[in-house]
Nanobody, 117 residues
Framework: QVELVESGGGLAQPGGSLRLSCAASGFTFSNYAMTWARQAPGKGLEWVSAISSDGRDTYYAESVKGRFTATRDNAENTVYLQMNSLKPEDTALYSC??????????WGQGTQVTVSS
């Protein structure tokens, strides 16, 4: 069965960095675009980034453009989200999913990111 497991979240100071990972199994990872989304307390799910199946094309929400970078390693069935210059408003539960957007078929349980001094 499809499984997506995120890791790498935690507490970061404003201006700091974190690198999230999403390990995939149960499907042919290299055939799928992958999406990152986040949900802040009391808010809806927000699309953050998407990366094409071969990793050549990436897309970002305006709120994270220039600060976050999505990459993937198809040999390791893993997608990453490098988050730099973190802001308190980046605090959220971050999840990865298959496909390009919020209507992706499968989602992981998420990893919590908290940005606070």
């Amino acid at each position: 069965q499809v499984e997506l497991v995120e890791s790498g979240g935690g507490l970061a100071q404003p201006g700091g960095s974190l690198r999230l990972s999403c390990a995939a199994s149960g499907f042919t990872f290299s055939n799928y675009a992958m999406t990152w989304a986040r949900q802040a307390p009391g808010k809806g799910l927000e699309w953050v980034s998407a990366i094409s199946s071969d990793g050549r094309d990436t897309y970002y929400a305006e709120s994270v453009k220039g600060r976050f970078t999505a990459t993937r390693d198809n040999a390791e069935n893993t997608v990453y989200l490098q988050m730099n210059s973190l802001k308190p408003e980046d605090t959220a539960l971050y999840s990865c999913g298959t496909g390009w957007g919020l209507d992706s078929g499968y989602w992981g349980q998420g990893t919590q990111v908290t940005v606070s001094s």
